[in-house]
């Protein structure tokens, strides 16, 4: 079974400053790695995904996550944020093998202050 | 670009009513799943369905959930008596192949009263 941890339910920012959400999974079995966002009023929308090879993975939209095995981390970060980023964002995981379901953190919800 | 759709939107019942949420995967997918969001809380996984079949359901899955497939291209989740704790997003995921992405409809917010 897997778990998902983000630390972090509330992440307010100022438009153009960095920003790093944090994500920690257990699992004893190799995972794929997600992240999501939620728009106001708005369904899941998939920002980017870790499946195999580079352990750095990059979004249109300027968000990048790093997977790293050791820590069991997927931190999502973004060097300089938009008005338009603020939503709701989850970190998710699945197992590799066949028709295993995500399982979701609780979602940090990123505020981005003109 | 094909993506997952669902209706309704919004629905409103009255608790002990049935209701039937409805999805349409992305067409040339083969792994159909449900969730749910209760308001403010985490997306929960319910059942995975493949090769008209359940492959796996959560202990949130009880009696009152079925899933079916009627034809090529729906795929419903059917609660037969609703409860006021049932109140949430709905949401329905696809993927192409095992391992794949899942791709997330819009979702059905359904309340009941």
């Known amino acids: 079974a897997q778990s998902v941890t983000q630390l972090d339910s509330q992440v307010p920012v100022f438009e153009e400053a960095p920003v790093e959400l944090r994500c920690n999974y257990s699992s004893s079995v190799s995972v794929y790695l997600f992240w999501y966002v939620q728009y106001p009023n708005q369904g899941l929308q998939l920002l980017l995904k870790y499946l195999s090879g580079s352990t750095l993975v990059e979004s249109i939209n300027g968000f990048e996550a790093e997977f790293n095995k050791s820590q069991t981390s997927f931190h999502l970060r973004k060097p300089s944020v938009h008005i338009s980023d603020t939503a709701e964002y989850f970190c998710?995981?699945?197992?590799?093998?066949?028709?295993?379901?995500?399982?979701f953190g609780k979602g940090t919800r990123l505020s981005v202050i003109a | 670009e094909p993506e997952v759709t669902q209706t309704p939107s919004h629905q409103v019942t009255q608790m002990g009513q049935e209701v039937i949420l409805r999805c349409v995967p992305i067409?040339?997918?083969?792994?159909f799943y449900w969730y749910r969001q209760i308001l403010g809380q985490k997306v929960e996984f319910l059942v995975s369905?493949?090769?008209?079949?359940?492959?796996?359901k959560s202990e949130i899955f009880d009696d009152q959930f079925s899933v079916e497939r009627p034809d090529g291209s729906n795929f419903t989740l059917k609660i037969r008596s609703t409860k006021l704790e049932d109140s949430a997003m709905y949401f329905c995921?696809?993927?192409?192949?095992?391992?794949?992405?899942?791709?997330f409809g819009p979702g059905t917010r359904l309340l009941v009263l």
């Open positions: 369905f493949y090769n008209n079949e359940i492959s796996e």
């Open positions: 998710a995981v699945s197992g590799v093998s066949g028709n295993t379901p995500l399982v």
């Open positions: 995921a696809s993927k192409r192949g095992p391992g794949g992405t899942q791709y």
């Open positions: 067409s040339n997918h083969l792994y």
